[in-house]
């Protein structure tokens, strides 16, 4: 097993303000990662109140990926990118997907926004021979209820995962894949607050609880590191064995 230590490397956590994100970004620069991260939100200090973010040691930039116009004026405040995550995601629950305008915004946050950034950061991260993680979800494979745009975005950037990977191995760059089965975050807090839902989900889950963002953060880092070098066009489940039933 190679080394965990991300001492002189860059990670940039799009999608780093919110639970399994700021996760993620605090376990790379607890391996002394320089480490970025964005959010919506105009400053750092709009996050204070926040019980799922923490800021503190990680540098913040705003940023709506779904702003191509944004995306295009952004320059970077880092000169090497040797991690990107792809952490950002939205969800209407209720049904509401299935309004077309609703199911357009979640495609364009949770796909277009993915290969947006990846694009922007394609020339950085083939110099650094850099690597990319992009969130998937457990959705992709077993479609949660009422959520048309979140399951589909989910599949979509599965195989987004599997191309990329394909095309960029030649720049050098590694690109997998994370899919957890549910964490309680803002995002999910509809649901894992309601203790009927989560007795219900975790009945279906083998190893018999709801995810960690430990969990999720545990495995970003194994295949950000060089032990993962041969690891490419994965997404890699991490759900307790829930889709095993
Ligand atoms: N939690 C789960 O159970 C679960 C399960 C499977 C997969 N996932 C996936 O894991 C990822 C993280 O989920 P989470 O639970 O940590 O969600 P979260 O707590 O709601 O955090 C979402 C993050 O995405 C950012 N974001 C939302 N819209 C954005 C936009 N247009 N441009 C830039 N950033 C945007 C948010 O920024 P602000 O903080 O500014 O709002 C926040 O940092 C998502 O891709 C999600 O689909 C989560």
Redo the contacts with the bound molecule.
Sequence with gaps: MESLDFKNKTVLV????????NGIARAFKDRQAEACV????PTASD?QDDP??DLEGLAFEQ????DQAALDAYSPSFDRLDVLVL?????MWGGREYQPDNFKRVMD??VA?VLACCVKFQEMLAASAGTIII?????AFRSNPKLPAYNAS?AALESLTRTLALDWAEDGIRVNGI?????P????KVAAEDPKRVAAYVSRVPLGRT?KVENVADLAVFLASPSASYLTGLTIPVEGGRLLT
């Design positions: 799009v999608g780093g303000t919110g639970g399994i994100g964005w959010g919506t939100r996050y799922d973010s940023m709506d990926v779904s952490s950002h995601g939205i969800v946050v949770n926004g969130l998937n979800s457990v959705g989910k899919a957890p089965g549910m964490v975050t803002r995002m999910t995810g």
